[in-house]
């Protein structure tokens, strides 16, 4: 493993929850009629999740599809088209899932394994069933709420207003000084030895490139000037949408203002290599941006079989 700092990337290609291939044809979760043939089409996929897992064929490496819920139109949210065949997903009980054993798995568990179809398919799924989940009632009145276009809306049955998925845009960022060292930082609520790039929440009014530095200097102290797009990553974590940046350091001095952030590091590409090989320090998991952030500014993927963060 010998980095390469002759390799230059453009942006982060085929970050594993951004690979989706099926057309989500939002113009059909409005046609009744259609979703209900489509439903009962011999052709329909399905894809079963229960809490935050989805279920996976015997063989584990692609989702269970096959199997068709008896479950009413409002359970039902449509995931669109691919070569011809209509995707849908469905929330079963905790039973259900409980009686599959481990043929439910985790997003991360699974994210980086699955294809690019079904990787798409799952993110989708999970995200929609994370939202309906925590909003069945109107935040303007507080009455009940019922699903509306296949999934993707939500009507409030007192005054008629409509409520949409929620989205939460999150920046993480790969912060990186004048001697191309790397940022990495670790949360004291995490195990020992696990470090990964700073992130944080976009806030009302505040650009991207606003909330990378606002984040770098509330919880490291230090000041970012250029500021560059790299990617981004659905993270339905409940509900998060991870934009990549990397940063340029301004200054070096760490200050930790809060609790959150219990250390702060700069690393050469030797030091984390030889860090990471000693097993004194765990990089985030293959699925997250974090990993392909800190990859891409090391130069080349990293081995770091050994570690255990899930």
Do not use: K
Not at 288 to 309: C, F, K, N, Q, T
């Amino acid at each position: 493993m010998t980095a390469n700092r002759g390799v230059t990337h453009r942006g982060l290609p085929d970050l594993s929850l951004s690979r989706a291939v099926v057309d989500r044809t939002a113009l059909r979760r409005i046609d009744d009629a259609w979703l209900a043939a489509a439903w009962e089409s011999p052709d329909v996929h399905v894809v079963r999740t229960a809490s935050g897992t989805a279920a996976l064929s015997a063989d584990g490496d692609e989702l269970d599809l096959g199997r068709r819920p008896e479950v009413p139109p409002e359970r039902r949210f449509f995931l669109g088209e691919h070569e011809g065949v209509p995707f849908f997903s469905v929330e079963v009980e905790e039973a259900e899932a409980a009686e599959a054993g481990d043929r439910f798995r985790s997003l991360r568990e699974i994210g980086a394994v699955l294809g690019a179809r079904d990787a798409g398919l799952v993110v989708h799924a999970i995200a929609l069933a994370n939202w309906h989940a925590t909003h069945r009632h109107c935040p303007r009145c507080g009455a009940a709420t019922r699903v509306a276009m296949a999934g993707h809306s939500r009507v409030c049955e007192a005054d008629g207003s409509e409520h949409y998925p929620r989205t939460d845009p999150a920046v993480i960022m790969s912060v990186v000084d004048d001697d191309d060292r790397l940022l990495l930082g670790h949360q004291s609520a995490w195990p020992d030895r696990r470090f990964s790039t700073l992130a944080g929440f976009v806030e009302p009014g505040e650009s991207l490139e606003q909330a990378v530095r606002r984040e770098v200097a509330e919880e490291v102290g230090v000041a970012v000037g250029e500021v560059d797009y790299l990617g981004s990553q659905p993270w339905p974590f409940p509900s998060s949408l991870m934009l990549g940046f990397t940063a340029h350091a301004l200054t070096t001095e760490v200050t930790l203002h809060d609790a959150e952030i219990a250390q702060a590091r700069w690393f050469t590409r030797a030091s984390l290599r030889d860090d990471v090989r000693r097993g004194e320090l765990l990089l985030p998991p293959p699925i997250s941006i974090a990993r392909r952030l800190v990859e891409h500014w090391y130069g080349e993927p990293m081995d770091s079989s050994g570690d255990a963060w899930r």
